[in-house]
T-cell receptor, first 110, second 117 residues
Framework: RKEVEQDPGPFNVPEGATVAFNCTYS??????FFWYRQDCRKEPKLLMS???SGNEDGRFTAQLNRASQYISLLIRDSKLSDSATYLC???????????FGKGTHLIIQP | GAVVSQHPSWVICKSGTSVKIECRSL??????MFWYRQFPKQSLMLMAT?????????EQGVEKDKFLINHASLTLSTLTVTSAHPEDSSFYIC?????????????FGPGTRLLVL
């Protein structure tokens, strides 16, 4: 089983729609969880951290289910500028460094 | 916000040459810096973890004699790809974090694209 698994997509979504991504991770010792965004040929940029209680930042909502080792990201009222690859990232539980998923490619269509 | 720079942003070199990449934290002191690489359509993979003043810790499968890491100060880490070969062509990205906790946010540099001919 891969350490962090995501559906690679692409997800083609009309502007204004709501889209959800999921991710599963295998290391039960992981303690911190993130969603990063990566634009083509650029470095990843932190979108938001993910907490057990769930957290929201504007149009973005992240949820964590530790029991199922499952993380989700919801984007509401999607914009053209949301087109990117979304990376699910977990820390390595007691060791430094991050483990990245391959990413989910999102395309917002006008 | 925390800013991390990398230099050069891209490099093309001949097979057999060595390439040095610098990673700097511009507005904070980084206790730990990390080196990742990303092949096309693949995820970022951690290569090594670097703490100032001590030897880097390399991930399994990463040759320490080929990828030399020097973390000379709290704001600078360098990665030298020695005797580079075409299979080393990749996107190399560093990150840095302020504190010692594994929960600290990592801030990424803009990356260095290496093409070995």
């Amino acid at each position: 089983r891969k350490e962090v698994e995501q559906d690679p997509g692409p997800f083609n979504v009309p502007e204004g729609a709501t889209v959800a991504f999921n991710c599963t991770y295998s290391n039960s010792a992981s303690q911190s969880f993130f969603w990063y965004r990566q634009d083509c040929r650029k470095e990843p940029k932190l979108l938001m951290s993910v907490y057990s209680s769930g957290n929201e930042d504007g149009r973005f909502t992240a949820q964590l289910n530790r029991a199922s080792q499952y993380i989700s990201l919801l984007i509401r009222d999607s914009k053209l500028s949301d087109s990117a690859t979304y990376l699910c990232v977990v820390n390595r539980g007691g060791a430094d460094g991050l483990t990245f998923g391959k990413g989910t490619h999102l395309i917002i269509q006008p | 916000g925390a800013v991390v720079s990398q230099h050069p942003s891209w490099v093309i070199c001949k097979s057999g040459t060595s390439v040095k990449i610098e990673c700097r934290s511009l507005d904070f002191q980084a206790t730990t810096m990390f080196w990742y690489r990303q092949f096309p359509k693949q995820s970022l993979m951690l290569m090594a973890t670097s703490n100032e003043g001590s030897k880097a810790t390399y991930e399994q499968g990463v040759e320490k004699d080929k990828f030399l890491i020097n973390h000379a100060s709290l704001t600078l880490s360098t990665l030298t790809v020695t005797s580079a070969h075409p299979e080393d062509s990749s996107f190399y990205i560093c990150s840095a974090k302020r504190g010692a906790s594994v929960l600290e946010t990592q801030y990424f540099g803009p990356g260095t694209r290496l093409l070995v001919l």
